[in-house]
C-alpha cells in the first residue's frame, strides 16, 4: 500500500490511508460486459427545441458506437426545493443518474449562461445521498446551441458545473451557432463542420467512457475520505467494484 520510507519525511501523512498509485492498481477487478449507459440532458422546453434536436443526434451517435442511452424530458420537474425529492421527476432524473456511466449535457445559451431549464436539473442531482453519488467519476461531454454567432459561454458554465459535480469531463466539446439553420424540417442536423464535432465529441466521450467506467471507483478514491472512513484502500475498492458489477 505505501512505502514507511517513503513516508518518512511526511509527518501529516496518515500511512494507513496512503496509497502509491500504479498502473497494476489501475486495472479492473472485473471485466463490465454490459454497453455503456448515458444519460443525455437538454435545456429548453420549446416545442422545436435546438437543444434537444442536438441531444438526440448525440443520442443517435452513441447507439451507432454500441452504447445504451436515455434522455431525460425537462418537462414537469419542478423547481429545485420547491418540492421534495421524492417527487416523481426528481427520483426519475436521479436514477437515471446513478444508472449512467456518462452523460451529454446540452444547452441553449441565454443571457450569456445555461437556461434555468438546465440549471435546474443539476440542481436536483446531489453530490451524495444516500451512500450513492449520482454523477461522481462519471464521463461527461459538454454542448450549446446559440441564436447567433457562435459562442463559448454556456459550455463553459457545463464544465464548471461537471467539475463541481466530480465528473471527468472530456476536452472536446459542441458549440452550434445560428442552430435555426442547422437543422431540416424533420429536427435532422444538416451536413456541416457544426456536426463533424458533434460526431468528435460523442466518439471522444464514447471512448473516454470504456476507459474510464471500470475504474471510476479507484480513480475517485480520496486520501481524505479513506482517513476519515479508516477503510483500507485495496480491499474496499476491490469489493465495491465486484458489487457494483454484480448489481448490473
Given at each position: 500500500m505505501s512505502d514507511p520510507d517513503f513516508l518518512a519525511d511526511l509527518t501529516n501523512i496518515t500511512a494507513s490511508a496512503f496509497d502509491r498509485p500504479s498502473l497494476d492498481r489501475l486495472a479492473p477487478p472485473a471485466a463490465f460486459t454490459h454497453p455503456p449507459r448515458f444519460l443525455l440532458l437538454y435545456g429548453s422546453l420549446r416545442e422545436r427545441s435546438y437543444s434537444k434536436l442536438l441531444t438526440l443526434e448525440a443520442e443517435r451517435l452513441l447507439q451507432a458506437f454500441g452504447a445504451e442511452t436515455r434522455v431525460f424530458d425537462p418537462r414537469g420537474l419542478p423547481l429545485p426545493d420547491d418540492a421534495p425529492p421524492t417527487h416523481p421527476k426528481?427520483?426519475?432524473?436521479?436514477?437515471?443518474?446513478?444508472?449512467?456511466?456518462?452523460?451529454?449535457?446540452?444547452?441553449?445559451?441565454?443571457?450569456?449562461?445555461?437556461?434555468?431549464?438546465?440549471?435546474?436539473?443539476?440542481?436536483?442531482?446531489?453530490?451524495?445521498?444516500?451512500?450513492?453519488?449520482?454523477?461522481?467519476?462519471r464521463t461527461l461531454a459538454v454542448m450549446q446551441v446559440s441564436g447567433g454567432s457562435q459562442s463559448f459561454n454556456a459550455v463553459n458554465s457545463l464544465r464548471v458545473l461537471g467539475r463541481w459535480m466530480r465528473m471527468v469531463v472530456i476536452p472536446n466539446q459542441s458549440s452550434v451557432?445560428?442552430?435555426?439553420?442547422?437543422?431540416?424540417?424533420?429536427?435532422?442536423?444538416?451536413?456541416?463542420?457544426?456536426?463533424?464535432?458533434?460526431?468528435?465529441?460523442?466518439?471522444?466521450?464514447?471512448?473516454?467512457?470504456?476507459?474510464?467506467?471500470?475504474?471510476?471507483?479507484?480513480?475517485?478514491?480520496?486520501?481524505?475520505?479513506?482517513?476519515?472512513?479508516?477503510?483500507?484502500?485495496?480491499?474496499?475498492?476491490?469489493a465495491r467494484a465486484l458489487a457494483t458489477d454484480r448489481s448490473r
Open positions: 426528481v427520483a426519475e432524473l436521479r436514477e437515471l443518474s446513478n444508472w449512467s456511466e456518462g452523460q451529454v449535457w446540452c444547452s441553449p445559451e441565454r443571457h450569456g449562461a445555461v437556461t434555468g431549464v438546465f440549471k435546474s436539473q443539476i440542481d436536483w442531482l446531489p453530490l451524495e445521498v444516500g451512500g450513492m453519488r449520482p454523477t461522481q467519476g451557432a445560428k442552430a435555426f439553420q442547422e437543422f431540416d424540417d424533420a429536427g435532422r442536423m444538416k451536413p456541416s463542420a457544426y456536426y463533424e464535432r458533434v460526431v468528435d465529441v460523442v466518439e471522444e466521450l464514447f471512448k473516454f467512457t470504456l476507459l474510464v467506467r471500470e475504474r471510476s471507483e479507484y480513480l475517485t478514491s480520496r486520501y481524505s475520505e479513506r482517513k476519515a472512513s479508516a477503510i483500507d484502500v485495496g480491499a474496499d475498492l476491490t
